[in-house]
């Protein structure tokens, strides 16, 4: 073999190994890059959903109103808002679970319109109330019950100003208080002995800087009785459209008296229709900057209860779990503030890929 | 016969050259820094300016201002904001002197990668005034 030959076979090998390896080499270098991009585009679109879910009122725009709809676009935000991030008290109340009218995370998902994106939403109040009963005496014909208040959030004392109602059958004894810069507040309530059964106290704070942001606690005990059973164990509680379903989960079940409250009223309801199963009550439209919390008295056989629920039907969370997600998977967080009948709500929304919930 | 010997001899010598020019080329690529990501920086500005509006909604924002109340700034600021931000917030008037007394943070930002939000706030006074207020955020951490 004439040696020019061997010469322009080595070369050409070695010209082929260049290219090769230089392709190899570009490939790898350039897989990170693009599929960075890629994600990055992934989160701006997400933040684009996030504010398309808050900032537009879906289709029917009135769909959290009307029981028997399934809306054909997703979208959270109250109509006619005077500002942006307002949302519609109905619609939130139809992400609860527990409410008889909400909707299945799969229809939420088809209503989005977008197949590749999982999502899951979380609306909680701005900060969190912590409820302790310290002591219990009893002074003459009633029982006065000494309650400690701590407003916080995520450990960060916040000073606020405290209302306070005990509901219990037909009494009701309100009592104002605040917790002072370390976020602790102390309050006393009676109840006379001549009543007993389940007693629920009722905690609403508005924050001193801004009465705007609120929170609420609940507290139930027994008053000379038995420690009290779980919320919803005698009636089921569902608001919508300023009315109060009440489906009895017993027929023995005897309803004595709904009432609402917010921070600054307290009102009974007047019953609108009425079936051996299902009362339905009105709701009053109060411009109270606070949650309002209806809550339903009556006996069943012997056993006094006291249901309650809040509207809207906060705190809730529905959608993916994305704690199963596989590892090193993107997902991205957004919080926004946003108002609901003038109060402030805290809503986290997580979004990521097709994960296998919906 | 020599001749072509030498050719054989410079195509080698010619491909061992590509292929240093190729890796070179390729290591200069590597130390080339990439894209920064601005999306957290997004995230955070659109919360800073929604936090801020929200403040401002029922004019509460200019008030604590009017009235000098610097603490429950930073207090309404630490509700409104989640935890794991820091945040400073700077007032200024209408000829940019800064007129808030006090530091309103919640921990330094020194060293930390912060994106910086504007708001003009008008108060709700007889006498209107205006404020640019100047939130910087960064993630804690």
Redesign the interface.
């Known amino acids: 073999m004439?040696?020019?030959s061997?010469?322009?076979f080595?070369?050409s090998s070695?010209?082929i190994l260049?290219a090769l390896?230089?392709m190899v080499?570009?490939s790898k270098?350039m897989t990170p890059?693009l599929t960075?991009l890629a994600q990055?585009d992934d989160?701006?679109r997400f933040?684009h959903l996030a504010?398309h879910l808050l900032l537009t009122t879906g289709t029917p725009a009135n769909w959290g109103q009307i029981t028997s709809s399934v809306p054909s676009s997703l979208g959270l935000a109250k109509v006619s808002a005077p500002?942006?991030?307002e949302l519609d008290i109905d619609k939130v109340t139809r992400l609860n679970s527990e409410n008889i009218y909400s909707l299945a995370y799969s229809e939420l998902w088809q209503a989005l319109g977008v197949k590749d994106a999982s999502f899951h939403i979380e609306i909680r109040t701005?900060?969190q109330l912590s409820i302790e009963l310290v002591s219990n005496s009893t002074q003459g014909s009633q029982s006065v019950y000494e309650f400690e208040i701590t407003a916080s959030?995520?450990g960060?004392p916040?000073?606020t100003r405290l209302s306070s109602y005990v509901v219990l059958r037909d009494f009701v004894n309100e009592t104002m208080s605040s917790t002072s810069s370390d976020g602790v507040g102390t309050f006393e309530i009676g109840i006379p002995n001549s009543v007993n059964g389940t007693a629920l106290l009722l905690v609403f704070a508005q924050?001193?800087?801004?009465p705007?942001?609120a929170s609420l606690g609940t507290y139930s005990f027994g008053h000379n009785s038995d420690d009290p059973l779980p919320n919803g164990t005698f009636a089921r509680l569902s608001p919508l459209d300023y009315v109060l379903n009440a489906t009895l989960n017993y027929t023995t079940v005897e309803v004595s008296k709904a009432q609402v409250f917010t921070f600054s009223y307290n009102f009974s309801l007047s019953v609108r229709t009425q079936s051996i199963h299902t009362i339905e009550y009105s709701i009053p439209r109060l411009l109270d900057a606070s949650p309002r919390v209806m809550v339903l008295t009556g006996v069943n056989g012997s056993t006094s209860f006291a249901e309650f629920v809040a509207y809207p039907q906060v705190p809730l969370q529905i959608g993916a779990s994305f704690s199963e997600s596989i590892a090193g998977s993107r997902i991205a967080v957004?919080?926004?503030?946003v108002?609901i009948n003038s109060a402030?709500y805290?809503i986290v929304t997580k979004w990521g890929g097709l994960s296998g919930d919906v | 016969?020599a001749m072509?010997?030498r050719?054989?001899?410079i195509?080698?010598i010619?491909?061992?050259l590509?292929?240093a020019v190729?890796?070179s080329a390729?290591l200069v690529?590597?130390t080339f820094p990439?894209a920064p990501?601005l999306?957290k920086q997004?995230?955070l500005a659109?919360?800073g300016t929604?936090?801020l509006?929200?403040?401002d909604?029922?004019g509460?924002l200019g008030n604590?201002i009017l009235q000098q109340n610097w603490t429950?700034i930073k207090?309404?600021l630490?509700?409104?904001l989640?935890?794991g931000i820091s945040f400073n917030l700077t007032i200024c008037d209408e000829n940019g002197t800064t007129v808030n007394a006090e530091v309103i943070q919640n921990s330094n930002l020194l060293g930390r990668e912060a994106v910086s939000v504007q708001y003009v706030c008008a108060t709700r006074s007889q006498t209107v005034r205006f404020f640019v207020v100047r939130l910087q955020l960064a993630w804690m951490g």
């Open positions: 004439p040696s020019s061997v010469d322009t080595l070369a070695v010209m260049l390896s230089a080499g570009t270098l890059y960075d990055r989160t701006g933040q504010s500002q942006p991030y701005l900060f959030k995520s960060l916040i000073s924050a001193t800087v801004n705007q942001m957004y919080r926004h503030t108002a402030l805290e | 016969m072509f010997d050719k054989g001899q195509r080698i010619e491909s061992f590509a292929i190729v890796f390729v690529s590597v990439s990501d999306s997004k995230s659109s919360m929604q936090t509006m929200t403040l909604t029922n509460t604590l429950d207090t309404a630490d509700i409104l989640p935890t």
